[in-house]
């Protein structure tokens, strides 16, 4: 039982922090997408709705963790889980768009070098040791800095779109995390109103029988037994 209070005051927490950072993201957003111009597609516009109404929604989380209310709270994780779908997707077309960043990046470096067949030519001992020869040991050393470059770029570009990955990845697991924590909570709500309504109504049918009882009428089981008794 304390275990099950402790990881509920966790989700509790963790929907608080989510939806007060929520609600202050959207804000600004929306704030800041106000003084961007308008365009023939509208998606200035679109953003805008979209970060008021996610806003709105963050505030119902915010207030249904602070009441403990659990239809407030469903709401905000029902938010956070088609927040997360949405946002999947453009992250996965960016990790595709990685796979060709070190290629299509480092590739302007590589025009102008000299072919393999070319290589052949122009090596170190290819022209001798006249004006030709010079020209080209100076072209062989000139195409090997280069090709260090190329091969540098490449290198740091991996490590670029590791990195990015990562962090793309990472974010994603993080947020159906998060969703699924929030919707876990809203969950444990829900339950504990059904338990505390169904007490209410029990108490209320409990009432009603000692009222009964009080006025000198008894319950109909209880008449039946007096019955069955007398008989």
């Not at 992250?91 to 060709?100: F, G, N, T």
């Not at 740091?156 to 699924?180: D, F, K, N, S």
Request: with cysteine.
């Amino acid at each position: 039982m304390a275990h099950s209070s402790s990881s509920e005051s966790s989700r509790r927490r963790l929907t608080l922090t989510l939806s007060a950072l929520a609600l202050l993201t959207n804000t600004l957003t929306t704030l800041t997408l106000q003084y961007l111009p308008d365009e023939p597609y509208h998606l200035t516009r679109t953003s805008t709705l979209y970060a008021a109404f996610a806003g709105v929604l963050s505030f119902s989380g915010l207030i249904g963790a602070i009441r403990h209310n659990a239809a407030l709270v469903t709401i905000f994780a029902n938010y956070l889980l088609v927040d997360a779908v949405v946002s999947t997707v453009p992250r996965l077309l960016v990790l595709a768009l990685l796979a060709e960043l070190p290629g299509s990046f480092c590739r302007e470096l590589g025009i102008g070098l000299p072919g393999a067949g070319e290589r052949m030519v122009l090596g170190p001992d290819g022209g001798g040791d006249g004006a030709l020869g010079q020209e080209a040991r100076r072209g062989v050393e000139e195409w090997l800095v280069e090709g260090w470059d190329i091969r540098r770029c490449a290198m740091v570009m991996g490590v670029v779109q590791l990195v990015v990955g990562a962090v793309l990845v990472g974010t994603v697991i993080a947020q159906w995390w998060c969703a699924l924590r929030v919707r876990r909570y809203a969950t444990d709500l829900t339950q504990k109103e059904a338990i505390v309504e169904s007490r209410l109504e029990e108490s209320e049918k409990r009432d009603s029988v000692d009222r009964r009882v009080g006025h000198g009428e008894a319950p109909d089981i209880e008449k039946a037994g007096l019955l069955l008794k007398d008989w």
